[in-house]
């Protein structure tokens, strides 16, 4: 971000279950920074998981940001609103040549599992079946996922505004990513820089499980021609097992906390210690 430019942070949660613990420490984090910049924090619902988007998590999220005391600037983006932005990004990197059509099945791309130890929901490096050997424009074909060609052996490299320098092997730590679905939606990643880029965000927020996401969406914002964003990844919560926090710990949503009768304070007093 230069000198000049003034400061514009995102909330981005996914409305798939209710916020946790984590969450509210992430996002926390984003507020707090974007009122150290005296800067402007928007808020984006990304809903564009059709199956496991529902509006009464939405609804539970406002009224839990409001609860903890997180501002942000209306209006809220959502993304199932945006998808000719999507489109027309999409079709800029199919005439670029950064695409291709992957016929692979749900079973495919099972066999290709991430290993056992790793504690993260990232999607496994594709095997490049389906990748020609040649980067070409392709058509756009109804019903397929398409993928980005990641140049392979490249190292990506960024600086974290938390965890410092960071590096990964385009071809080895992650590949071939998807950037459209075939039920005729964008994936995340695409999502995500679209969005980044046109609500003028200069540092994005969020947690250290989407560090890999981070090299794939500087290598999307290359492709398109995007303006860069700085990344602040903050360290994942875990429980008193070691396991990440995710929607499926209940019992740390915001929503129990605070049935429980815990207060604002007391919850941010259980991430800051
Ligand atoms: N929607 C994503 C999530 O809830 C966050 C994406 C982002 O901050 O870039 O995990």
Known sequence: MSSSQKYVGRLAPSPTGLLHLGHAATFWIAHQRAKAHHGTLLLRNEDLDPQRSKQEFVDAMLED????????????????????????????LLAGGFVYPCSCSRRDLAQMVAAPHEDTDDEPVYSGKCRPTTSVAHAFEEGMNY???????????????????????????????????????????????????????????????????????????????????????????????????????????????????????????????
Not at 240 to 263: C, N, P, Q, S, Y
Request: glycine share 6%; aromatic share 10%.
């Open 65 to 92: 940001l409001a609860w903890l005391g997180i501002e942000w600037r209306p209006p809220m983006a959502v993304q199932s609103a945006r998808l000719a932005l999507y489109r027309e990004a999409f079709d800029r």
């Open 147 to 273: 993928r980005f060609r990641v140049p392979d052996s490249e190292a990506i490299r960024f600086t974290d505004g938390n965890m410092g320098e960071q590096c990964f092997t385009a071809g080895i730590d992650f590949g071939d990513f998807l950037v459209w679905r075939k039920d005729g939606l964008p994936s995340y990643q695409l999502a995500c820089v679209v969005d980044d880029a046109a609500m003028r965000i200069t540092e994005a927020v969020r947690g250290a499980d989407l560090l890999k996401s981070t090299a794939r969406q500087l290598l999307l914002q290359c492709a398109l021609s995007l303006p860069s964003v700085a990344y602040f990844h903050t360290q994942l919560l875990r429980d008193e097992h070691g396991v990440r926090l995710a929607k499926r710990h209940d019992a740390l949503a915001i929503r129990t906390l605070r049935e429980r009768g815990m207060t604002p304070a007391q919850v941010m007093a259980m991430f800051a210690t």
